[in-house]
Antibody
Framework: QLVESGGGLVQPGGSLRLSCGGSGFTFNNYAMSWVRQAPGKGLEWVSAITGSGGGTYYADSVKGRFTISRDNSKSTLYLQMNSLRDEDTAVYYC????????????????WGHGTMVTVSS | EIVMTQSPATLSVSPGERATLSCRASQSISSDLAWYQQKPGQAPRLLIFDASTRATGIPARFSGTGSGTEFTLTISSLQSEDFAVYYCQQYNNWPPLTFGGGTKVEIK
């Protein structure tokens, strides 16, 4: 399973770090992603990372502001969010790639419950 | 960027009836398509991957077809627990990975 934490209320321009703990599978064998969902809206892929952590990928909307990373010794995925904007307000889900260590080759087979990030003054 | 378009936005169906949901890609994605179900307040759940393969534990009433740019999710006989929002997602050409806007299946 996957369990996210770290969400909360932050002012525009502020920072927040999300965490996602994995269990029940060999964490370093799988690519991971963050997917967000603004209130009442659809799903938006945010970022992905390879199983080793050596490759990272971002949506244009967050490139240069967000950083994805992982600590395989702790089976934990992170999302460092800087320069937050109102439009970053969303539930953030972490999701496991179903195939293996390279992202984008398969669907997301396991999702966390999500953590809410609210950017507001 | 590959744009995924789902139709209809809302589908009203009676329990026991068949539901057919569509998803169109702006360019060919082979069979690199997934379908997810999301209920209010819950995370998405994987139903179908590779356009037609049911995920573990998914009932046989859910089926996926299509390749290239046109895809369909069919729920053969709607149960009460199937009323939800359904999303398609492509993983053929990325970044970015892209989702459709969703189809809400509601009780008629």
């Amino acid at each position: 399973q996957l369990v996210e934490s770290g969400g909360g209320l932050v002012q525009p321009g502020g920072s927040l770090r999300l965490s996602c703990g994995g269990s029940g599978f060999t964490f370093n064998n799988y690519a991971m992603s963050w997917v967000r969902q603004a209130p009442g809206k659809g799903l938006e892929w945010v970022s992905a990372i390879t199983g080793s952590g050596g490759g990272t990928y971002y949506a244009d909307s967050v490139k240069g502001r967000f950083t994805i990373s992982r600590d395989n010794s702790k089976s934990t995925l992170y999302l460092q969010m800087n320069s937050l904007r109102d439009e970053d307000t969303a539930v953030y889900y972490c999701a496991k790639d179903g195939f293996g260590a390279t992202p984008g080759l398969d669907a997301f087979d396991i999702w966390g419950h999500g953590t809410m990030v609210t950017v507001s003054s | 960027e590959i744009v995924m378009t789902q139709s209809p936005a809302t589908l009203s169906v009676s329990p026991g009836e068949r539901a057919t949901l569509s998803c169109r890609a702006s360019q060919s994605i082979s069979s690199d398509l997934a379908w997810y179900q999301q209920k209010p307040g819950q995370a998405p759940r994987l139903l179908i991957f590779d356009a037609s393969t049911r995920a573990t534990g998914i009932p046989a009433r859910f089926s996926g077809t299509g390749s290239g740019t046109e895809f369909t999710l069919t729920i053969s006989s709607l149960q009460s627990e199937d009323f939800a929002v359904y999303y398609c997602q492509q993983y053929n050409n990325w970044p970015p990975l892209t989702f459709g806007g969703g189809t809400k299946v509601e009780i008629k």
